[in-house]
């Protein structure tokens, strides 16, 4: 016998991905209309459904009344379409706040791992295409999120930023559909790992040895593209973070998120007391590995902005 929409949601927030992927199975055409009839036919239309699946796996939650899960989706839906149709902006749509990081709030990293969904997420992210998860992270994991920051971290057009999205959420919820009861390992001890190995190397780059942390773990080969299109390898990395420290600049690592061959800092850039303006207030670290180390490192300065404004649990 078919499960009703409470009783699915109540599995959902107990951590069944099957239970969260027939709710969004069965409200999916609802949701479409709220996007077609607010947007029209296209890709915006089809964005604001599919960031509205994204944000349904960590809000359901956040939703006080199960009985409402149908108005809740669309609700969330209709905020999407309605941030597309106010024109350009600095974020992209639907951007959860289960994903933000303003000051004096958990990572993003924490803030998921609160979510009783947690490990299909991670698993679910980790099984995408290595482009495909660098968007999806750099997307929802960082404060490189809009399409015109992440096609300018991955040198690709906004347009393939877009399609490699799209794609990905379509795997995430199709994986939703098909995951039935799978178990997947916990994954927090690896999170936890990352985030000791990158306290302990901006640390051991701040007392002035990031030469050791590139000979440690980058390849020799491994290219860099820094801000203002500059590409070299090894010598630039050390080099620059080198001018940094003489001209009196410190980074603190604020975030950490890793799936597979993916590693992504985020840190706060501190200028000297006497030039407040010397630097960018921050820096991303974009990290393709190889076996584990470095293989290739974009140097981004994102511009974080944010509108996390998704409904609240109704």
């Known amino acids: 016998m078919a499960h009703g929409d409470a009783e699915l949601v109540l599995l959902a927030q107990a951590g069944d991905a099957a239970a969260l992927g027939v709710l969004l199975a069965r409200h999916e055409a609802e949701m479409r209309a709220v996007a077609l009839s607010l947007l029209g036919y296209g890709p915006d239309a089809e964005d604001a459904v ?6 349904a796996l960590r809000r359901i939650g956040d939703l006080r009344d199960p009985t ?13 379409s309605r941030m597309t149709l106010r024109g350009p902006r600095p974020v992209p749509v639907a951007d959860p706040e289960w994903f933000a990081a303003p000051a004096a709030t958990p990572t993003p990293e924490e803030a998921l791992d609160r979510g009783a969904l947690r490990d299909w997420v991670w698993h679910a992210i980790g ?25 300018a971290v991955c040198g690709v057009p906004v347009g393939t930023v877009r399609s490699r999205l799209s794609h990905a959420r379509r795997v995430l919820a199709g994986g939703l559909r098909a995951s039935a009861s799978a178990a997947h390992g916990d994954l927090t001890a690896s999170s936890d790992a990352r985030w000791r190995e990158g306290r302990d190397m901006i640390a051991t780059a701040m007392r002035g040895d990031f030469d050791r942390v590139v000979r440690e773990s980058w390849w020799p080969d491994a290219e860099m593209l820094a801000p203002g299109g500059l590409r070299g390898g090894t010598d630039l990395a050390v080099q620059g973070m080198t001018k940094d420290l003489t001209d009196g600049v410190r980074q603190r690592l604020r975030n950490v998120v890793a799936s597979g061959d993916v590693l992504i800092w985020e840190t706060d850039l501190i200028s000297p007391p006497d030039d407040p303006e010397h630097c960018p207030p921050g820096a991303l670290w974009m990290q393709l590995l190889r076996e584990g180390r470095v293989r290739h490192l974009t140097l981004f300065h994102p511009t974080p902005a944010r509108d996390d404004r998704q409904p609240a649990g109704v």
């Open 50 to 55: 599919q960031d509205a699946m994204v944000v």
């Open 68 to 80: 409402a899960v149908g108005p809740w989706l669309r609700a969330i839906v209709r905020n999407n």
């Open 127 to 151: 099984e995408l295409s290595e482009p495909d998860r660098l968007v999806t992270l750099l997307r929802y994991f960082s404060d490189a999120s809009s399409y015109e920051q992440i096609a």
